[in-house]
């Protein structure tokens, strides 16, 4: 308690009524009650002037004390007013949390697109510089110019979707090839790659009519079948993981000689052996080294350089990167499907 | 290729592998492995037995009940319809389970109400001719008891797919053997004994030796048939794929097979010596084998008699020449065609056969006589004697062909550590002869083209595990495709934008395009594999609506799809691609826990404007003029960029919403600009905004009938001041007295804040100027 003397009465009612306020418009009425200009304690203080000079002095500090005592009571309550309004309110805004969250409205890639960045990453930082070519291609450059002159018999290989002579769908992603030796101008080392569609009449589970290829070429002095099992063997593992293994076949591509069918060990089962696999290997791609009238067509002298090639079904690698059975469901554009592969990508 | 693993042993009899060894040896070689299955398995519990009792049956004339010991305790009682097999007889019981080679199951029957446990087998039923009618009444080796495979020896059949080079010098089971023995380090097969050339008659005169380089011609005198094809050279044909007609015809399917050499044989008594090789004629007729009639060209090859030709050379025989049944002198052609020659024919005259098939990869010229010495051996071995007869041949054995050998060469291309002296030691196994810095190529090896072919054949030898692997020794940086990149973007921030990307086929049905108003089909598929995949595509759109129906059908409602791939434009003789991206969107509201959810046309105009502006594209609108295509004439917009149409914006025409079963959805699509390596983007330059803050005023206007927005906001943007910072209409609201769009304008100066005053000033300019033009203040 501020000022001297006891207090009265009515200041000590003053102090219990707005503690007992229940509302801010009660304190309100108590703060206009005392303080107001006709208020008890402004008729009091106003009253003042009238007292001799030394009772005004004693009584002047007792009112004063009064004042701060009432206007810190009116602070106090209003803050808990205040205080218990909020808590009120707070309560009054609870939501049930339980009820579902609203899903962002996001898209999602297509897996194929999803399989072409990871590939196109990996060669970028094997060194290979990406480049697209037409896929409306002249036969000259999908089979003449890769050693496939018009009677011979790895054309028919080739089913092949024609259109006003002389271009026909491309086969392969191999004409890109010749196109890249040609616009590097005899540079040494050339090491290119690209993805992109291409066309074979060819319709099942495990093929359809159109499909995505990559396909990588090195040309340098000196080039030979281990630049190919170590370029490969990195791309492998770099999609797949560290421990796959692969294994070359010799096999057959008019543009490739020697050529190598590669087998990876089974992403599926680790290489022991699964309904997929069966014997561990699976056949993914088709390579070899350069041949010579394929680098004689782009403009290299094949006396003086060698260059491997290497093309992948972008579509394989999806199956086995996502564990998929069939190509299909891949065009089929079900975005129930698409949108599964965010939560199954890999990293 | 389905071969007979004993048949390979004929070549190689010290061959000392299991089947799954010598198929793993062959896979190393780059043959391609099917399978490696036990041929007659299903026959595997036939076993040898003994008539014992022969009995009539009680009900039935034509059947007999037989007991038969098969070497374990009780006999076994067996019905059977055969009119042999008597007691002391021995013959094939199959017991119950057996399954034979046409497929029926045996089991325990009652014929007649007499039990039958399996059946006791005729030769046809075991899969062989021969051993007379009836029950096959055994003659051969083997004990009662014994199992059909101990008997007669089992068969494994590597099933093998030959790629074309393998084709063309494998696609034989010496072919087979010869690779096979070199990759095993043993001596080569040896050729079987040419016959001795002898008798003075003229048999065949060589009129065109591009076509034919060698000819040979046999004359055999025949005697009747002895006996039946012993049943392993039975298996071994039935197995790969040869049905037996007649023992002379027999012989050269299994020369075909044996030494890839294709034989012909004619009947001598129905041709009229000497033979003539030579080119037909135009026009001149011939009735082949098979009865039909080809015309012939100038180009085709043809074997001649005195009454013309009697055989399209390597492809197929004439009629008139053919063998019967009762060809006694047979007139054997083995001969060397050109390979170009006969695809060439056959392809002319669509003719298939395994002669043309063969001579079209490519055969051995050396094999042409000791292929003639195997024949007789084989019609020999196949129950024909051959009396005598006289063997001529014409054209020269060519000399073989050289490759230069570049030792260092091959061991950069195979990475092999192995010296002059191994990489030649390796090439000898395979028949390469070193001969003075050059090897001499093997007759049989048509593939062999250049010294990187050699690299092939020691890698062969070797194996492609002995190859190590390494990266390239010269580093290079890899460049991103800046097209790619900047098409992964946009992806990307489509994604952003709620919309999932589809991937469709380059095909369209013919048609659509045009139904679409989009640019007409340019590039016809000429052979497609549907109807509707017969032009290339000229837009997303067709993909985006088919991927649109195919989800609505399937219960999706609320659709956000897009997609960014090729189109193919141009002109027939010059295609030009072009990268177009499409979005779709089904418009409407969507009531959701938390008040609806909407799309309306103008989502999918304010993405448009924002992947243009952040992709710095520059787009503009344009009055949509096209009538007809896919597009609602009164909500279409054209994309344009540098005052041309770059694409379209709009909701779908109702009729294009029907065909394709959808509701109300908008689309657009346009091309995307190319970008050059190391072009920045054409976008705004970013600037750090001013310090001062910006005043918004909203205002609202009475708009004329009939004034678009674009006309108003052209206005308020002549009139704005320096200092207007934006306008965007947020209200719109339709009435008796017209429309009223509230717009807020926001102020802002570069320099200082703006006051009250200045604000109000540059508001009363505006509102005047508007006022001028029929736009009042609500």
Redesign the interface.
Known sequence: MGGNGAREDWATVALADIAAAPTVAALEALRVQYLGKQGRLTGELRALSGLPALERRARGAMLNGCKTDIENALARQRELLAQAEQSRQLEAERLDLT??G?LP??????P??RVR?RL?DV??????????A???ETEWYNFEALNMPA?H??RE?HDT????AP?V?RTHTSPFQIRAMRDAGGD??L?VAT?G?T?R?D?DATHT??FMQMEGL?V?R??????L???V??VVRDVFGPTERI??????F?FT????EVDMSCPLCLGAGCRVCHTGWIEILGSG?V??RVLEAGGYDPGEV?GFAFGWGVERVAMLLYGLDELRP???????F??AFDAWDSL | MDLPVSWLREWLPGLDMVPERIAAQLEQMGYELDGVVTAEAGLAAVQLGEVLERHAHPAADRLAVLLVADGGGEPVQVVTGAPNGHPGDRVWYAPPGTTLPDGRVLGTEHLRGVRSEGMLLSARELGYVGGGEGLWIWQGPGKVGERWPTVVGSETVLQLSLTPNLAQYAHSVLGVARDLAARDRAPLPAWPASPRLAGDEVLVRLEAPDLCPRYAVALLECATPSGTMPWVWQRRLALAGVRLIHPVVDATNAVRIDMGQPLHAFDRDRVRLPLVVRRAAAGEPLVLLDGRTVTLDPDDLVIADGDGPVALAGVMGGQRSAVTADTRRVLLESAHFSRAGVYRTARRHQLVSDAAARFGRGTDVEAVLPAVGRFVDLLHTFGVNVAGGAVQVVGPVPTRRHVLFQPARLRIWTGLDLDDEALAGELDRSGFILEAGRVRVPSWRPDIEGPQDLAEEVIRLVGMDAVPARLPARATPGVADPDTRQTDQLRDWLVAGGFVEVVSRSFVPSGVSERLGLAPAVHVVKNPLREDEAVMRTSVWPGLLDAARYNRGRGSERLALFEVGPVYLGTPAAPRERVEAGVLATLGEWPALFGASRQSVYDLKGLVEELSRRLGWRFDWGPWTEPAGALHPGRALAIVRDGQVWGALGELHPAVLQAWRLPRTAVARWHVPPVMAGQRRDGERPVPPPPYPAVRRDVSLLVPDGMPWAHVAALLQHHAGADVESIRPFDRYVDLSGTAVTVAIRYRAADRTLTDADVEARQAVLVSALAEAGIVRR
Request: avoid cysteine; hydrophobic fraction near 40%.
């Open positions: 009820l579902p609203v409205a996001w898209g999602t890639l297509h194929i697109t960045r196109a060669m970028l930082r094997l060194g290979f510089t990406l480049r697209t037409p896929e409306l009677d018999p790895a290989m979707f024609y259109l006003e271009y769908l040494l080392p090491r993805l569609f066309y009449r319709d009519p159109q090195v340098d000196g080039i030979g079948l281990p630049d099992k170590g370029v063997l990195a294994r070359l076949r010799p096999s057959f008019p000689e020697p050529s190598a080294l041949h010579p060698s891949l065009y089929q554009n079900d975005v129930r698409l949108q």
